[in-house]
């Protein structure tokens, strides 16, 4: 077993895979220590790929070739998409239908979110000369913080405000969705 510290802002766990992953890539558990690249249909979510973590923990088992910093939690920079819309700083960030990227979370995203963007991401990126070019796809900063972002009333029987109302106790159902 290993720990390092390499100076970037985020802590980082050594997983393998069987495919080549790149640093960015939100990937998802597949069993193990054994990670793939993340879907909207994922529903194991654990990081995303580092490019330069500051801490690394984990067994050092794994080939070199095979074995990649995942970061579970800190500042990463992430691929992501249009998919969902443009991307606003504070926006959670999900997978999306292209493996490895990310997309704005919603309301009915169903894989779960890998963190909060840090940066805003329209499709449109400045070059050194000054020229715009436009992509469907870029990477933006993100907050990786795989807890739940809120409680929410979604599948309950009422609104979360009025059923807090009361502060002794709870007027009405409030589903927790298994939290």
Same mark, same amino acid.
Request: charged share 10%.
């Given at each position: 077993y290993i720990a390092a510290v390499t100076?970037? !802002?985020?802590? *980082?766990?050594? #997983? !393998?895979s069987s495919i080549p992953l790149e640093s960015g890539d939100i990937v998802a558990a597949v069993g193990g220590t054994k990670v793939?690249?993340?879907?909207? %249909? &994922? +529903? *194991?979510?654990?990081? @995303?790929?580092s490019s330069n973590p500051?801490?690394? =923990? $984990?067994?050092?088992?794994? !080939?070199a070739t095979s074995s990649y910093p995942v970061a579970l939690s800190g500042r990463v920079p992430i691929k992501i998409s249009l998919e969902n819309g443009p991307i606003t700083v504070g926006d959670r960030i999900s997978a999306s239908s292209v *493996?490895? @990227?990310?997309? +704005?979370?919603? *309301? %009915?995203?169903?894989?779960g979110?890998? $963190?909060?963007a840090l940066e805003p991401f329209d499709g449109w990126t400045t070059q050194p000369d000054g020229t +715009? %070019? #436009?992509?469907q796809q870029g990477k933006? =900063? @993100?907050?990786?913080? /795989? $807890?739940?972002?809120? =409680?929410?009333a979604s599948g309950g029987t009422g609104n979360l405000t009025e059923m807090t109302a009361n502060t002794t &106790?709870?007027? !009405?159902? =409030?589903? /927790?969705? $298994?939290?």
């Amino acid at each position: 077993y290993i720990a390092a510290v390499t100076g970037g !802002s985020d802590i *980082a766990e050594n #997983y !393998s895979s069987s495919i080549p992953l790149e640093s960015g890539d939100i990937v998802a558990a597949v069993g193990g220590t054994k990670v793939d690249l993340a879907t909207t %249909t &994922s +529903k *194991a979510i654990i990081g @995303v790929v580092s490019s330069n973590p500051g801490m690394i =923990l $984990g067994n050092d088992e794994n !080939s070199a070739t095979s074995s990649y910093p995942v970061a579970l939690s800190g500042r990463v920079p992430i691929k992501i998409s249009l998919e969902n819309g443009p991307i606003t700083v504070g926006d959670r960030i999900s997978a999306s239908s292209v *493996a490895g @990227v990310g997309m +704005k979370a919603n *309301a %009915t995203t169903t894989a779960g979110t890998v $963190g909060m963007a840090l940066e805003p991401f329209d499709g449109w990126t400045t070059q050194p000369d000054g020229t +715009k %070019t #436009y992509s469907q796809q870029g990477k933006i =900063l @993100v907050f990786v913080n /795989l $807890g739940q972002p809120q =409680l929410a009333a979604s599948g309950g029987t009422g609104n979360l405000t009025e059923m807090t109302a009361n502060t002794t &106790s709870l007027n !009405s159902d =409030l589903n /927790l969705n $298994g939290f």
